[in-house]
């Protein structure tokens, strides 16, 4: 039972993540009306939060790794509570409202730079073997959930005023925070008799040692949410602006695509284990669907045919994401995990913080917005592929063996 509470607070890290921009997507129209900002204003709502947490991943990822994971978890979920306290009390505000929000987003950002990286990472510690992949498949689940939830949050809360979704962090990393202390425990460290500078030497270079198959790995993951965000971005405005779609209705539109993504995710970390040959396999499935589908949007994405793409599409990313958290977590001893994850960690949250603020700029032209993103999921999957072909032939087994 302790293991299930552990495994459930752990899961709870990547959901308040996802609370952190996918819950005010539908809300954006609101608060770019209610506060009288421009599009690109609007877009850095999202980004101030991303973009913070990209930063400071990598020194949250040191630090865990030399004085525990456990206790960098505890002061980020204090830091997003915060956040979040300052951010909602940004409509009290007559003037500099914006500002305030911004302050708020940031300090939230950096609380969750030691959210879902440090529960992959603590995860890697714990858990060996196919109980680790299935824990991580789990956690990509929780992740998955919270996209699917946080929008039908969102646009229910703008029903009595936008910024009554603020008031949601507070009560689930508090939840977390509780469910952290008392059944997590920590795992292994690095004795920080260690030397900054020895610790960086050795995680560097096994990042430049392994760096043929883990950076298409990050590129990868990166642009899949990339794509996910953006295109989130664009549906809210799709959705509200075109086809006068709001409130409650509004949330559930990103349903279906999140929710395949969510059910591809938990099928695939529960099917994966440790086998190197079937996450070669469903990455080439997930890649594939994604290309198809973004392929056809690039001739023809009225609602009904862009519903149903971004429903394949983002099903195939739920193939994707749980191999690549798999190969990634397992790629280092528990001393540098932390660091490794964390420059994944990175790259996934810069794709969350760009992908709105280019999508914002995309989407005035909308064909070329789907012809951009064909481009570059051509560009990544040919990649990694290519990379996942040598990987397999350098390690000569089905077996991916954790450290």
């Not at 209610?34 to 949250?60: D, E, K, R």
């Not at 270079?205 to 298409?216: E, H």
């Not at 990868?220 to 509200?240: D, N, W």
């Not at 995710?265 to 080439?284: A, H």
Request: with cysteine; hydrophobic share 55%; glycine share 10%.
């Amino acid at each position: 039972m302790k293991e299930k509470l552990m495994i459930v607070s752990l899961g709870l890290l990547p959901l308040i993540m996802v609370l952190g921009n996918s819950m005010l997507i539908p809300l954006l129209p609101s608060i770019q009306k209610s506060l009288h900002l421009s599009g690109v204003q609007t877009s850095l709502i999202l980004s101030a939060f991303s973009i913070p947490a990209a930063l400071f991943i990598p020194a949250v990822g040191i630090l865990s790794d030399r004085y525990g994971r456990k206790k960098l978890i505890i002061y980020s979920l204090v830091m997003m509570i915060i956040g979040s306290i300052i951010a909602a009390s940004s409509a009290s505000f007559s003037s500099g409202s914006f500002a305030v929000l911004m302050a708020g987003r940031v300090i939230q950002g950096i609380g969750a730079a030691g959210t879902t990286t440090l529960a992959m990472a603590l995860t890697g510690d714990v858990f060996t073997g196919e109980k680790r992949a299935k824990v991580l498949g789990i956690l990509e689940v929780y992740n998955g959930v919270g996209k699917v939830v946080a929008p039908i949050i969102g646009a229910s809360a703008a029903l009595v005023v936008w910024y009554a979704a603020f008031f949601v962090y507070p009560l689930a990393a508090g939840a977390a925070l509780v469910g952290i202390v008392m059944y997590v425990r920590e795992g292994k460290t690095g004795s920080d008799s260690v030397s900054v500078q020895e610790y960086l030497k050795k995680a560097i270079g096994i990042v430049y040692d392994k760096r043929k198959s883990l950076f298409p790995l990050f590129f990868v993951g990166g642009l899949g949410l990339f794509l996910l965000f953006g295109i989130l971005y664009y549906l809210s405005f799709l959705i509200e602006e075109t086809y006068h779609i709001d409130g409650f209705f509004k949330g559930t539109a990103f349903l279906f695509p999140l929710g395949a993504m969510t059910l591809v995710s938990y099928w695939t970390g529960q099917r994966i284990k440790t086998d190197l040959e079937l996450m070669k396999k469903l990455m080439i499935v997930g890649i594939t669907l994604l290309f198809l589908m973004f392929g056809v949007l690039t001739i023809i994405y009225t609602l009904p045919v862009l519903m149903f793409c971004l429903t394949v599409a983002f099903g195939g990313l739920g193939f994707v994401l749980p191999c690549i958290n798999m190969m990634i977590t397992s790629a280092a001893s528990d001393e540098e995990r932390g660091f490794i994850v964390s420059i994944y960690g990175t790259v996934r949250f810069l794709g969350v913080a760009l992908g709105p603020v280019v999508f914002e700029v995309w989407m005035h032209a909308e064909r070329l917005m789907f012809v951009y993103s064909f481009i570059l999921l051509t560009a990544g999957g040919l990649w990694v592929l290519y990379q996942l072909k040598i990987l397999s032939s350098a390690m000569g087994r089905r077996k991916v063996v954790p450290k």
